[in-house]
Structure formats: C-alpha cells, structure tokens
C-alpha cells in the first residue's frame, strides 16, 4: 500500500541546472497536484491534473512544467533552477476519500 | 479567485482541554473541504474530509463542521493531548478544481 511515492526525498541544484521531481501513485486517482511549502507562504499549488493527458497550472506555475501521459505518473521538471525555487515540494493524489499526500522532496537551489 | 484564511495562526493550551480551529474561504462553490496535521519536517496526515452536502464529519476526538454558505468550517478537538501539537491546515476544493491551502494554525499542547 504504497500510496504516493515521491523521489528523491532530498536534492541539492546548481542554479540554471534541470531536473525532475518524480510522483507515482498507485490508487487509480484521476486528479494529481503539486505544491511548494514555504515558511509563511503555507502550501501553494504549481500544477495540476484531472487526468492522463490533462494538465492546468495553479497560483505559482512559473519555471516548472508538467506532463501526464499515465495516470499514474505526474513528473515535475524544473527547467533552469533558481535560488527561489528553494522549497519543499509535496505531490498529492485526490479521490473520492480525499488526499493522499507524498512525503515530499526538499530542494535547494545554491 | 478562493481565498482559505486560518485563525489563529498559532495556539498554545493546557493539556485536557477542549479547543476550536477555525478556517474560512471566501467562495461557498466547494466540491468538499478537507482537514489535514503536519508534523514538523513531515509530509501531510488527512484527518477529515467533508463533502459539500455534509454538515460535519467526525472521528475519534476530532469533529469538523462546515457552513458553505457562511464560507467556515471549524475543527474541534476535544480532550486536547501533547501529541496533538503539531501544525492544522484546512484545504478547500473549489469548482475549478485548483485546491487551495489554508496557512495553517501551528498547535502547542502543555503537558
């Protein structure tokens, strides 16, 4: 019962430098999202998905990109890392149930 | 747009008591709302999720009601204990689908 997996738990960029954040689920949700937590900023949607193929940006989508080709994936990339992007990034699945939530990926950009 | 508002922003209680969270949103087209803990350097635990066309949702010590016309909900805990401190965030699930998080209410229990 594995839930939303996330990887890797903990990365360290270069700034300008590209990367992935991966985000796998297997309960067959249809919608994924991911947020950034920053200290008194709270959790703020990046983007999200309501299906394979369907993808829609939320309040803060500049410098990430995403893609949904199965259901059960949903990578984020960053694609030139800034300093700001500095942050604690959670991938949730949503069902019927509510939320399931990752255990997250704390980044810093240098 | 949606805006999820969460008072207080921290609270400190004695333990064994009984204590009341408040968050409010300010657009009442909700598909459900949803209460979550997060302890410190974790990811996010669900406590209770209301639909919209529920009143309130319990479990255990923990009874959450929602009032969409008046844009509140409110997360009771009764009994409080020192492992209930940890931070309470509400999330609301508007029509658009772009979930939005509350700031949270960072809970201290003194033992």
């Known amino acids: 019962n594995a839930g939303v997996t996330q990887t890797p738990k903990f990365q360290v960029l270069k700034t300008g430098q590209s990367m992935t954040l991966q985000c796998a689920q297997d309960?067959?949700?249809?919608?994924m999202s991911w947020y950034r937590q920053d200290p008194g900023m709270g959790l703020r949607l990046i983007h999200y998905?309501?299906?394979?193929?369907?993808?829609d940006q939320g309040e803060v989508p500049n410098g990430y990109n995403v893609s949904r080709s199965t259901t059960e994936d949903f990578p984020l990339r960053l694609l030139s890392a800034a300093p700001s992007q500095t942050s604690v990034y959670f991938c949730?699945?949503?069902?019927?149930?509510?939320?399931?939530f990752g255990s997250g990926t704390r980044l810093t950009v240098v | 747009k949606q805006e999820v508002t969460q008072i207080p922003a921290a609270l400190s209680v004695p333990e064994g008591e009984n204590l009341v969270l408040n968050c409010s949103f300010t657009d009442s087209a909700i598909y459900n709302l949803q209460w979550f803990r997060q302890d410190p350097g974790k990811g996010l635990t669900s406590l209770l999720l209301i639909q919209s066309s529920q009143r309130e949702q319990t479990s255990g010590r923990l009874n959450a009601s929602l009032d969409k016309s008046s844009g509140r909900s409110t997360l009771y805990i009764a009994a409080s204990q020192p492992g209930d401190s940890a931070t309470y965030l509400c999330a609301v699930r508007p029509r658009d689908d772009k979930i939005i998080f509350g700031k949270g209410t960072r809970l201290h229990i003194l033992p």
């Open positions: 949730a699945a949503i069902g019927v149930y509510g939320y399931t």
């Open positions: 998905s309501v299906g394979a193929g369907i993808t």
């Open positions: 309960m067959n949700h249809e919608y």
